[in-house]
Nanobody, 124 residues
Framework: QVQLIESGGGLVQAGGSLRLSCTAS????????MGWFRQAPGKEREVVAA????????YYADSVKGRFTTSRDNAKNTVYLQMDSLKPEDTAVYYC?????????????????WGQGTQVTVSS
């Protein structure tokens, strides 16, 4: 089991940027694919981005492609989500998640361990 601690959320104006971090403890971090998900009020949790254990493969939802970038530093057991050109519709609670395989998945139920979530609010 992996414990995940997220940080970096907050309030930002439209067009601004935020960087989320997610630090893991327990397990060998490079063996885990990591995903970023978000959930807005009244909506289903959806995948935003994912990155494989060795950073070879990444995935981005169409809604964030070209604006968000995920990366990881396996020496620091940390995955990042750089969010640029933020829009009000990006407002949500953002979660990082770990999958017990190095290959990515975009399915929520493929991830075993979840962070506590961090609020991102984008004002217009």
């Amino acid at each position: 089991q992996v414990q995940l601690i997220e940080s970096g959320g907050g309030l930002v104006q439209a067009g601004g940027s935020l960087r989320l971090s997610c630090t893991a403890s327990g397990g060998t971090f490079s063996n885990y694919a990591m995903g970023w998900f978000r959930q807005a009020p009244g909506k289903e949790r959806e995948v935003v981005a994912a990155i494989s254990g060795a950073s070879i493969t990444t995935y981005y939802a169409d809604s964030v492609k070209g604006r968000f970038t995920t990366s990881r530093d396996n020496a620091k057991n940390t995955v990042y989500l750089q969010m640029d050109s933020l829009k009000p519709e990006d407002t949500a609670v953002y979660y990082c998640a770990a999958r017990s395989y190095s290959a990515i998945s975009i399915r929520r139920y493929a991830y075993n361990d979840w962070g506590q979530g961090t609020q991102v609010t984008v004002s217009s």
